[in-house]
């Protein structure tokens, strides 16, 4: 089965500071793999993917990620953090073998507080 | 383009009551639906997804159930609400594909009393 971890709760980033948020991933097959965003009693917003190619993926609001083959990690990073990235980020993966490929399956998110 | 539409918003219903919760999709043909619950503010539970009218995979045990009457529409349904059936419900739909995203409706808020 397919799983996706995030690791952390809660991220805390000073604004203007570049922000992490970690993803790792576990499937069978090949991932396709993707984050959103939630802001309060929103559904949510897709930011990026990564299906194959570069493992550079820029998405919306000037977010990027990296996927790592080898750490099966996709994390979203931003260059300079902003008030308003602060909200709810998660990750999904989706695969195309296995039990459960092609549908999502989600973490169970990091909430992004920037502080300014 | 296409759109997602999830009604109501927000519904409070008591204990025992029944419940219907509705999602269409405008603009496009033959989506994969998808019903998930988010319990206080966190991690996504799916639910139910849907590959065609009329076929409805359930991926937990609940007191839920959910029709596909139309191609581009996605009931949520229960005869009887329990307490524990409080939160938030999203739509999702995609095409058809893993290498695909979802994308969500607004949501409802869902309080049982």
């Known amino acids: 089965a397919q799983s996706v971890a995030q690791p952390e709760d809660q991220v805390n980033v000073a604004e203007g500071n570049p922000l992490t948020v970690k993803c790792t991933y576990s499937?069978?097959?090949?991932?396709?793999l993707f984050w959103y965003v939630q802001y309060p009693n929103r559904g949510l917003q897709f930011l990026l993917k990564?299906?194959?190619?570069?493992?550079l993926v820029k998405g919306s609001y000037g977010f990027e990620a990296e996927f790592n083959k080898s750490q099966t990690s996709f994390h979203l990073k931003k260059p300079s953090a902003l008030v308003s990235d602060s909200a709810l980020y998660f990750c999904a993966v989706s695969s195309d073998s296995g039990a459960g490929s092609y549908q999502l399956t989600f973490g169970k998110g990091t909430k992004l507080s920037v502080i300014p | 383009s296409q759109t997602i539409h999830q009604w109501p918003a927000t519904l409070v219903q008591p204990v025992g009551s029944p419940l219907s919760l509705e999602c269409t999709v405008e603009g496009t043909s033959n989506p994969n639906l998808y019903w998930y619950r988010q319990a206080a503010g966190r991690g996504l539970q799916l639910l139910f997804y849907s590959v065609g009218i009329g076929q409805i995979s359930s991926e937990v045990p609940q007191n839920l159930s959910a029709s596909r009457p139309q191609d581009r529409q996605f009931i949520l349904s229960s005869k009887k609400l329990l307490l524990s059936d409080s939160g938030f419900y999203l739509c999702a739909w995609s095409v058809t594909g893993g290498w695909t995203e979802a994308f969500f409706g607004q949501g409802t808020r869902l309080t049982v009393v």
């Open positions: 499937v069978s097959g090949n991932p396709y």
């Open positions: 990564y299906i194959t190619g570069d493992n």
